[in-house]
C-alpha cells in the first residue's frame, strides 16, 4: 500500500507538470504573436477613399485646335472660302511689327478665338512679302484685322493691336452670308492704334482707312 500511494503521488506530479508546460508553451506561442494594432487591422478611411480615388486626366478636346490654321496664299483662301461657305479673317502683319508679335502671343493664343476661328477661313499676309495686297486693301498701319466674303470684298475689320475681346467684336460685326454691306466698308481704328506701326503717313488725318476698291 505504501509502495502504490508512492506511485500515485508520482503520477499525479509528472501529470501536473506537463499540463504545466503544454499551457506555457501553448501561451508561448501566443504571446510570440506580434500585436495587431487598430491601424494595421483595418485601413483607416482615408486610406480607402485614397485607394479608390482614381486621378482622372482631363481628356483633351479635339475639337479644340492647337493653334489656328493659318493660310498665307490669298488666292487659295478665296477658293476655300467660297468652297465652305466661309468669310476670310485677313490678318496684315509684318516681322518687324511689334503689336504683331504681341497679338500672335496673346489674341490669336486665346482658347475662344481659336474656337471662333474655326468657323473662318484664316489668312495671314505679310505685307513685305505679298505687297500687291496690302496695296489693294490700302494697308497703311500694322496690324490691321479684316474680315473679307469669298469674293475678296470686306465687311469688317479694324486697325491696331486688339485684345480677345476686341477681336471677337469685330468678328461678331461680320455679315454671316459672307456679302458686303451696301455702304462703303472701312477699317475704324481702336483706341489701341498708337501701338501700332505706321507703313506710311495718310494723305489725310482721318481716322479711318478705306478699301480703295469700294470708293
Not at 15 to 32: E, W
Not at 50 to 78: C, F, G, H
Not at 125 to 139: L, M, N, S, T
Not at 168 to 173: F, G, I, N, T
Request: aromatic share 6%; proline share 7%; charged share 25%.
Amino acid at each position: 500500500m505504501h509502495m502504490k500511494g508512492i506511485l500515485l503521488v508520482v503520477a499525479i506530479l509528472l501529470l501536473g507538470g506537463g499540463t504545466v508546460l503544454f499551457f506555457t508553451r501553448t501561451n508561448t506561442i501566443v504571446t510570440d504573436r506580434p500585436p495587431t494594432s487598430d491601424a494595421t487591422a483595418e485601413k483607416r478611411p482615408s486610406d480607402l477613399d485614397r485607394s479608390q480615388n482614381v486621378s482622372i486626366q482631363k481628356q483633351p478636346d479635339d475639337s479644340m485646335p492647337q493653334e489656328i490654321a493659318w493660310l498665307t496664299d490669298y488666292d487659295k483662301a478665296l477658293q476655300q472660302a467660297k468652297k465652305e461657305d466661309k468669310l476670310i479673317v485677313i490678318d496684315f502683319f509684318a516681322t518687324w511689327c511689334a503689336p504683331c508679335k504681341v497679338m500672335e502671343r496673346t489674341t490669336f493664343a486665346d482658347e475662344r478665338v481659336r474656337r471662333r476661328m474655326t468657323e473662318f477661313v484664316p489668312l495671314k499676309i505679310d505685307v513685305d512679302q505679298q505687297r500687291e495686297i496690302a496695296a489693294k486693301y490700302g494697308i497703311q498701319s500694322l496690324p490691321t484685322t479684316a474680315v473679307v466674303g469669298s469674293d475678296g470684298k470686306p465687311v469688317a475689320g479694324a486697325i491696331g493691336y486688339l485684345d480677345v475681346d476686341r477681336f471677337m467684336e469685330v468678328l461678331s460685326k461680320a455679315q454671316p452670308d459672307g456679302q458686303a454691306q451696301s455702304e462703303r466698308v472701312s477699317l475704324p481704328k481702336t483706341p489701341s492704334d498708337s501701338n501700332s506701326n505706321n507703313l506710311r503717313q495718310a494723305p489725310s488725318q482721318s481716322n479711318r482707312l478705306q478699301f480703295p476698291f469700294l470708293e
